[in-house]
Antibody, heavy 121, light 107 residues
Framework: QVQLQESGPGLVKPSQTLSLICTVS??????????WSWIRQHPGKGLEYLGH???????YSNPSLHSRATISVDRSKNQFSLKLTSVTAADTALYYC?????????????WGQGTLVTVSS | EIVLTQSPATLSLSPGERATLSCRAS??????LAWYQQKPGQAPRLLIF???NRATGIPARFSGSGSGTDFTLTISSLEPEDFALYYC?????????FGQGTKVEIK
């Protein structure tokens, strides 16, 4: 069973870059079965799909991020990452990595526990 | 972007009662809609996919219906552990989007 674990700084200063890593266990980041996604949840709010990366390296980022997001993969470490540049207080959120393991793409049945990122000086 | 509007925002019910949650899409998403349950301090849990298919391990009291723009999640008889937040999500369009959630609370 695929398990995901987010890691990264809990505090980022405004205008700097938010960097998060998702470590995958129980499955290979090289698998052509899964899309590896990032989703965030603003405090007390709903869920926002940020983007994904496929094993081939192809990526998608939500246009709402205005090209600030980069998603990449480190096959040697079985990890994928999110970098979000020029952050503001509006980027304060709980960040999840997630994937679909059930064979139904784009329905997220495996999630990390989430990591809270606060943007503040 | 597809906007998913969930109603009601809050549903106050007692254990054993039937819960009916609605999700309306701003345009047709076919049957490509999922429902998730989220409890405090936990990640969302997939309940229903493709509008009406229960995910692995989900009890039969959860059922989904609908297509096009109007979808319903029904919990036939609420158990104490079902009081939580519920979100819908579409996968027919980019970006994938979620509804704003319905809170099912104990009356």
């Amino acid at each position: 069973q695929v398990q995901l674990q987010e890691s990264g700084p809990g505090l980022v200063k405004p205008s700097q870059t938010l960097s998060l890593i998702c470590t995958v266990s129980g499955g290979s980041i090289r698998s052509d079965t899964y899309y590896w996604s990032w989703i965030r949840q603003h405090p007390g709010k709903g869920l926002e799909y940020l983007g994904h990366i496929y094993y081939s390296g192809s990526t998608y980022s939500n246009p709402s991020l205005h090209s600030r997001a980069t998603i990449s993969v480190d096959r040697s470490k079985n990890q994928f990452s999110l970098k979000l540049t020029s952050v503001t207080a509006a980027d304060t959120a709980l960040y999840y990595c997630a994937t679909d393991t059930s064979g139904s793409p784009w329905y997220f049945d495996s999630w990390g526990q989430g990591t809270l990122v606060t943007v503040s000086s | 972007e597809i906007v998913l509007t969930q109603s009601p925002a809050t549903l106050s019910l007692s254990p054993g009662e039937r819960a009916t949650l609605s999700c309306r899409a701003s345009q047709s998403v076919g049957s490509f809609l999922a429902w998730y349950q989220q409890k405090p301090g936990q990640a969302p849990r997939l309940l229903i996919f493709d509008a009406s298919n229960r995910a692995t391990g989900i009890p039969a009291r959860f059922s989904g219906s609908g297509s096009g723009t109007d979808f319903t999640l029904t919990i036939s008889s609420l158990e104490p552990e079902d009081f939580a937040l519920y979100y819908c999500q579409q996968r027919n369009y980019w970006p994938r989007t979620f509804g704003q959630g319905t809170k099912v609370e104990i009356k």
